[in-house]
């Protein structure tokens, strides 16, 4: 099956790396798989976004608005800039942490990062927030985001892709020494939902 995936944060998130350890799950499967992402924007506190396609028939590695399955966003304002992509009974897997994007900076702008949850909240019929303070404080590390949420988004079953299939990407392409971390944040959702 065909999955539409965009995932969305500021520099300094691992989004990239998010995208990249997806793709590599995906090919390993054999499943076809096209992605872009902003790289230009990734220095800290600058909007990026990555498009992943998987599954037969993909030409363009751009999601088009309104077909995403699933939209894995590092930070809440990100998640609603790129709400329209989503399609109508897509997945929006949400780190609760707000960080100040540089463009509202420079704005000037007023960010209130809970108004952007609240938001999502009466505008998204399937919304998972993930605490990714407490998640990362209780696992140790705060590098471990992007595959936190990762693991949010496999929980919700929405990704198409299983914690073995990210796990053996992640060990191929992670040096020894952060499997044990990044593998736990991987897990952390599904071992702490209670279902």
């Given at each position: ?13 691992g989004t990239?790396?998010?995208s990249?350890?997806i793709?590599?799950?995906a ?10 992402e902003?790289?230009?924007?990734a ?13 037969e028939?993909?030409?363009s ?55 952007m ?31 936190l949420l990762?693991?949010a ?12 299939d990210i796990?053996?990407?992640l ?15 991987l ?9």
């Amino acid at each position: 099956m065909n999955k539409n995936i965009v995932l969305c944060g500021v520099g300094g998130q691992g989004t990239v790396l998010a995208s990249k350890l997806i793709a590599a799950a995906a090919m390993e499967k054999d499943i076809p798989v096209m992605s872009a992402e902003t790289i230009g924007m990734a220095q800290r506190g600058g909007s990026v976004f990555s498009h992943i396609r998987t599954g037969e028939g993909v030409h363009s590695p751009m999601v088009a608005e309104g077909t995403a399955h699933i939209i894995i966003a590092f930070e809440p304002g990100e998640a609603v800039r790129m709400l329209p992509y989503l399609k109508e009974d897509g997945q929006v897997i949400v780190s609760r942490r707000i960080v100040m994007p540089v463009t509202a900076t420079l704005a000037g702008a007023a960010y209130n990062g809970e108004e952007m949850i609240a938001w999502l909240e009466s505008h998204v019929g399937n919304l998972l927030v993930v605490d990714t303070e407490k998640a990362c404080a209780d696992i140790g590390s705060s590098k471990v985001l992007n595959i936190l949420l990762l693991g949010a988004a496999i929980h919700s079953g929405a990704l198409g892709l299983s914690e073995e299939d990210i796990a053996s990407a992640l060990k191929a392409r992670l040096p020894e020494k952060f499997h044990e971390l990044n593998l736990r944040a991987l897990t952390y959702v599904r071992e702490h939902s209670g279902s």
